[in-house]
């Protein structure tokens, strides 16, 4: 069936959602995905690609897509979507939503489901750059969603604004990494600047009954795991957010506001990334958190870092313990007593 501009009833969002205010309520099921579940809903039933590049705002609501979306057009609105992407996700595509190109601009998500259905090591729910995701539910993949710098640019401005991401992926054993496991995280954040996650829940915790490997860990004479986890019994991902260099483009411009943060190996990784934010970009914040202590290392992984990256340490702000009692989402009973480890 042809997706239509139009097509199904009206999109109506729920009336609340536009009243939450991003960091003073604890995102969820009831807050995140469809806002309107009972729209006359449309079938893609293979991929797509939405290449529209002129000034005019191009909205496609209510649509199950089941195959891969490329998006190099500009100004799009996908409001109340379920992503699924295709059955087998091929390792040439390897994301439901893909729209990191150089023409890619002003592409928004609302009210979506990002659940993919493939079950392999290349599958994500979207990477790309010049988008943003508002009151959107993120799982079931290996990373919940992955800003990329375009090839040739030094941009990625990704927005994620009152979101949740949830029960991740992962495989062991995975022949496209060295260490012969998927390198899950809450997301992942491939090179260029500007992100910005406000008030959004962030799991680094994996779905156990989906993916492989989930057991005790066994490692072979070089120290390479052959099955299991690290971290077993802990269901955390590698990381809860990644953060690397690509395609030539160092990371910056750091906005991570009013968010809950748990699980990972570590919380925030920036490790891989030594030459960036050794400076005051003037943008990066990184405060009003709620982070809680349960990462597979161990306390105070929160964000590991290198020494050089003065630039996070003058970006921490005030951020506070999670302490994942029900109810007590909201609380600023305990300030964190530190933020970044250097290794």
């Given at each position: ?45 293979t991929n797509i690609t939405f290449a529209d590049v002129t000034a005019s705002i191009k909205t496609i609501a209510n ?246 990256q003065t630039g996070l340490d003058a970006a921490i702000g005030t951020n506070w313990v999670w302490d994942l009692v029900?109810?007590?989402?909201l609380s600023t009973a305990t300030v964190l007593p530190s933020f970044k480890v250097n290794a």
């Open positions: 069936m042809a997706i239509s501009i139009t097509g199904g009833r009206r999109w109506a969002p729920v009336a609340d959602r536009a009243d939450l205010v991003a960091g003073q309520y604890f995102p969820d099921a009831t807050t995140t995905g469809l806002s309107d579940t009972g729209a006359s809903r449309i079938t893609q039933a649509t199950d897509f089941y195959g891969t979306v490329f998006i190099p057009g500009k100004h799009y609105r996908f409001p109340n979507c379920r992503f699924w992407g295709p059955l087998v996700q091929p390792s040439n595509n390897p994301a439901s939503v893909l729209c990191r190109y150089d023409t890619t601009e002003d592409i928004v998500f609302t009210d979506c489901v990002f659940k993919a259905r493939s079950q392999n090591v290349y599958t994500n729910n979207i990477i790309g750059c010049n988008w943003s995701a508002d009151c959107c539910d993120f799982s079931s993949s290996i990373d919940g969603f992955g800003p990329a710098v375009a090839d040739g640019q030094t941009r990625t401005d990704v927005v994620v604004t009152r979101s949740w991401v949830h029960g991740l992926m992962r495989f062991c054993p995975d022949s496209t990494h060295s260490d012969n496991q998927s390198h899950s995280d809450g997301f992942q954040w491939a090179g260029g600047l500007g992100v910005r996650v406000q008030g959004s829940r962030i799991e680094g915790l994996l779905d156990t009954a989906i993916g492989s490997g989930w057991g005790t860990p066994a490692y072979d004479g070089g120290g390479v795991l052959t099955t299991g986890a690290p971290f077993y019994p802990n269901p955390v991902s590698l990381s809860a957010v990644m953060v690397n260099t690509a395609a030539g483009a160092n990371p910056g411009e750091f906005v991570f506001e009013d968010n809950w943060l748990r699980g990972g190996g570590v919380g925030i990784n920036t490790l891989g990334v030594p030459t960036a934010f050794t400076t005051n970009d003037g943008v990066t914040s990184i405060q009003r958190n709620r982070v809680a202590n349960d990462q597979g290392f161990g306390t105070n992984h929160r964000l590991v870092g290198k020494a050089s029900p109810g007590n989402e």
